[in-house]
Every structure is written in structure tokens, then in C-alpha cells.
């Protein structure tokens, strides 16, 4: 056998290392034989007698040794310097920096066309006879598999599905010219839509005061169409983070979102999303909840209502999960054998099209349905950048969890291929995909995880195999309503089967739940990364209250805390029971216009459009008094006419909360607003801004307003 063996000798100046020896030994000479030999071959170098071997037997074959003899002086650190010349080193002047960096040659405009445009790279390298069938299969089932989740991940983001469709079309195409991997598979991802989602239901409730006085499907499409509005806004601005984030060669912030903080947060966002499903699932209706354990309350909720479960929808869904649940298994189990994995997605959406068409199950059962899909692209249009300032927390975590996810799986499947991405000009190709996506109604987007498995999986090469999934899209939005223009039912998917997806497709998240016994057994450190992340995503949250009076008293409490208590109409007095300063200011903000329902941004946008939309029918572009458009196009129902803010347990506020509150009297200058029950802290500091006003103006009626007056406008 062989064996190897490090030597060492006693000797100072002298080492020795044997790597191997191969000893021919009888067949039932155990190691220590072995060990023998070796010391018989080498102890005579190290100045030893070779000692005689009693347990030698007659079947072992002396063969010729050889010895090893090295010799060399033991060198430290300190002997090298002596020894060794360091080398000198030589730096070009500034001058010939800027002369070398402002040069332009053409091998430089070339490497720069490569570095922002890499198609310009791979795609006249082509090998066509190589590459064209794989990447024909794999942009098949990228976009038979893509349809599907499109339509799915949109009821995340809280848009309508088509929107999903928009988003599986317009940034493949872009990430295509941009993007440095070959593999992934870029349109709606599950945590993104997420993300979406609870900044649109956040800035326009189910129960928002919308101008218009329209009826219940009417209202529900001015909501749906300021949710897409909300997306749009926040999409552009995600997208300008990460193309400037890129430009400014940012790439590398990637590297301290570490393993457990990303896994931790998108297995807590898979909760979410399973949560946000269920409801779908069991066919119940339910109110969105966000705050601190808001998927406790979302799951309690669906609970409280089994007993009105749409038994239709449950048997849809658990039919199309089984299938998908099942498939996906046999999709795994059999991976190598089968040319492309079964588009099982594909076949559920078609499945559940026809049950929902053949069987009426909207009319008969009450089955809740995504509707008639429109024809035809929708043309550009300008993203509200006035909600830039309600957004725009979000949109840094939206711009960096996408570009995180994109870029752990591209240097994942680069490495498995032998290629290199560039993560500066993946924050690149993202920002563009988003924020000119956005120009097209599309939502945020980023890399998704199952359908870039199967587009590398199947045998795709190249991006071109996203372009043909992202044909397949548009084949499907431009045809839809004309193949099913006479059977406008068979076109409508049943949420439940799309929600059954959308579980199905979060198994892979749910698996990183085994990542807890890894960093057990490796770094606690990670560990409680890990745990911290993935508990503070699923259940903290701000929490604020909404107050509403108990009948006969003049006691004021939350409204959801007794069914006995009931809001003032057209009074919404809000309560937050914290102070008011840097860390919290634009969270108060953004939960008064939640909770409240009251978003005057989203009103004032609306109000223009319809005073626009008055004066064409009019034929006066310049309405002379606006207030006649504006009593035009208020609700028929309720309207909120006073928002109170209760400080009555804010005891500090510092300058970043004095500078909220003034851009909130700012943007409630129509809607008139009071301060009930300041604190004496907070009213101290007001009294002594007014009086240092005063010291420095002319007196006026208002400065001899008594300190503990009750302003009751926003002036005041």
C-alpha cells in the first residue's frame, strides 16, 4: 500500500518529510508493519541505528530503501529583511493619472461599451449551432412557468394581475441588453411583490376616502388605480436608487448583507406571504393588518372566519396545491431523465380556467375570480413623484433586498458556468429595468429563484432565452381578450389557484429553515443573525391607534379594542403613545395617513385629474373657481372634514418631529386640522417659539392668542 507519513528529525538544522513510500508487504502485515518499514528507512539519516523488527514474518519482501536528506537553515522574519531587497516601488504623477484617465482610445470606448452594454459582448459570440435549441427549450418553460406567477405575484404587490404581466414583459427585455448573467430569470419575485404590496395597501386602505362618490365597483377601481400609482412611484424611485447606487460603484455592499441577515428575512417574508395566501385559500374575506404581529392577527382572522369558508375555493386550492406539491417532487426526483421540467404552474392556471368557466363558479358558488385580463399594452405614463417623500424608506429597502437576491443567485449559477458578474452593473441593469419599467405601469422586480433554476436547468446559455419567455408574455397579453372575446368567464383564474401557487412556490424559502441546525452546529454569531432577523421581520412593527368615542361618555379609546366603540363621523382623532423624533418621525406620518384613510398627496393627485377631467367637458381648460370641481367630485357618503392628533402621551418632540408636523399641517391645508390635549412639554416648546416669533415681528391678532387656546386650523 501507500502510505504518508510526516518525519521529522531531532537534529536542529535538519528536517525531513516524507510524502510516501510503497511497501510491498504480505497480505496480512497489519499498519504498524507499515510504520516499521518507514522507521527502518529513514532512522539511519537522522544519525539512529535501524531497529531490528522481531514481528517480521516470512512471507514479507525486503525491497531496496530510500533515504531523504534535507538540510537548510532555519529562516525568521527578521533574517529575510536582513537577507532581502525590498523592491521599490514607482507611482505615476497626478498628471499622468489624469492624462491616462481622460484619454480616449478606441480599446477604451469598447471596454465601456462592454461594461454598460455586455450584450454588445456575448451576443457576437453566439454560437448558434451550440446554443439555439437550449435556449429555445428554456425560454419555453421560463415563460410557460412565468405566466403563472406573474398573475400571482401581482394579488401580492395589491395591483391588478395584468400588471404582473406588464412586469414579466418590459424588464426581461431591458435586463437582456444591461445584465451580466446569463442564467437568471428577472420579472415579479414573491418577497419584492411583498414589499409592493405593503406599501400600497399602507398609503390607500381597503377603506380609503377616494373623491368621486362612485359605487362599490367603481370605488374599487379608483383604489386599484391609485395602489398602481403608489407601485409606479415607488418602483421609479427604487430603480433611481440602484442606478445610481451602481454608477457610484456600490457593488460591493453586497458583501455585508451576510448569508444569515438574507435568509432570515426572506423566510420571515415567506411567513408573510403564506399568511396574506390563506385567505385566498379558504375564499373568506379579511382586512389586510400590518403592525407588530400582524401575521398573528392576519392567521387569527382567517381562523375566526373558517366558519364562512367558500368550501369551492378550498377544494380548488387544495387540488391545485396537491398537484403542484406532488409535480414539483417528480420534477426533482426525475430531473436528469426528463428533457424540461413539467410546467405544472401553467397546466393549474389552465386547469382552474377551465373548472371556473365549464362550472360557473363565480355565479354558483361565489368564487372569487381575477376577471376578464384587458387587451392590448397600456401606453407610457409619468410615475407621481410627489409621493417620492412617503416612499422612500421603502424603496432603500426594496433597492437593496432586490439587488441582493439578483446577485446571490447570478454569482451563484456564474460560478457553477465559469463566468463573472460585475455587481456594480447588475445595480445598474436593475435600475433601469425598474425605473423605466415604471414609465409602463410595471412594479419592482428582481431575480426569481424557481425560474432561474428552470432557465438554467432546461439548458438555456444565454438571456435570449428570457427575451423568448418575455415574447411569450406579450403573445399573451396582446391575445388574450381576442381569443376569449365570446367567453369572457374562461379567462377569469380563480384566486384560489393562483394563491395555491404562490404557497407552492414559497417551499423553497420554508426549506431555509434548516439553516438553524448549520449555524448551530458552526457560529452562534450567525445564528442569532439568523433568528434576530427573522423575528423582528414577522412580528415588529409600529403600532398606532385610531380613537372612537364610547357611546354616552366622553371617554375616547381604540377603536379596535371594544365593538362598542364608534368613531365620530367625519372626526378621525389619532393616537400615538411614544415620542415623536428622528427614528419615528416618518413612520407617524406614513401611519396617520394608514390609519386614518386620509392621504391628502393621493387626494389632491385625484382632485387634479378630475378637475382636468371637468374642464375637457366643459371645454375651459381654465376653471375660474375651483371649488365648484371640487364639491363636484367629493364623496356621496361620509367625509372626514377634521383629523385630531391626540398628543396626549407625546412628552418630547425634537426638531426632525417639529419639521413632520409642519409638512403635515402643510399637506392637511384642506382639511382642517386640531391638536387635542398637547402636552406641556410639547406646548412649552411652541409658546416659546411664539414668543421668539414675536420678538421679531410686528404683533398680530393671532400672537395674542392665549397659550392654552385649542388652535383649530392649520395656521394655528
Known sequence: GTVSCPFSCPQPGLQFTVLSLELPVGESSPAPRAISWIWKCLAPAAGEEPQTMDHAEENEIPVATQRYYVERPIFSHPVLQERLHVKDKVSDSIGDKLKQAFTCTPKKIRNIIYMFLPITKWLPAYKFKEYVLGDLVSGISTGVLQLPQGLAFAMLAAVPPVFGLYSSFYPVIM?????TSRHISIGPFAVISLMIGGVAVRLVPDDIVIPGGVNATNGTEARDALRVKVAM????????????????????????????????FTTAAAVHVFTSMLKYLFGVKTK????????????VAVLQNVKNLNVCSLGVGLMVFGLLLGGKEFNERFKEKLP????????????????????????????DVVGTLPLGLLPPANPDTSLFHLVYVDAIAIAIVGFSVTISMAKT?????????????????????????????????????????????????????GCLASLMILLVILATGFLFESLPQVCSVGLAVLSAIVIVNLKGMFMQFSDLPFFWRTSKIELTIWLTTFVSSLFLGPSYKVLGQLPDTDVYIDIDAFEEVKEIPGIKIFQINAPIYYANSDLYSNALKRKTGVNPALIMGARRKAMRKYAKEVGNANVANATVVKVRFMPQGETVHTVILDFTQVNFIDSVGVKTLAGIVKEYGDVELLFHSIHDAVLGSQVREAMAERETSAPTPQDDMEPNATPTTPEA
Do not use: W
Request: charged share 10%; hydrophobic share 40%; with cysteine.
Open 175 to 179: 435586463y437582456c441588453f444591461f445584465g
Open 233 to 264: 412611484s415607488v418602483t421609479l424611485l427604487s430603480g433611481i436608487i440602484q442606478f445610481c447606487l451602481g454608477v457610484c460603484r456600490f457593488g460591493f455592499v453586497a458583501i455585508y448583507l451576510t448569508e444569515p441577515l438574507v435568509r432570515g
Open 288 to 299: 389586510r393588518y400590518s403592525g407588530i404581529f400582524s401575521v398573528v392577527y392576519s392567521t
Open 340 to 367: 424540461a421540467p413539467i410546467p405544472l404552474e401553467f397546466f393549474a392556471v389552465v386547469m382552474g380556467t377551465g373548472i371556473s368557466a365549464g362550472f360557473n363558479l363565480q355565479e354558483s358558488y361565489s368564487v
Open 413 to 465: 449559477l456564474a460560478n457553477k458556468h465559469g463566468y463573472q458578474v460585475d455587481g456594480n452593473q447588475e445595480l445598474i441593469a436593475l435600475g433601469i429595468c425598474n425605473s423605466i419599467g415604471s414609465l409602463f405601469q410595471t412594479f419592482s422586480i428582481s431575480c426569481s429563484l424557481s425560474r432561474s433554476l428552470v432557465q438554467e436547468g432546461t439548458g438555456g446559455k444565454t438571456q435570449l432565452a
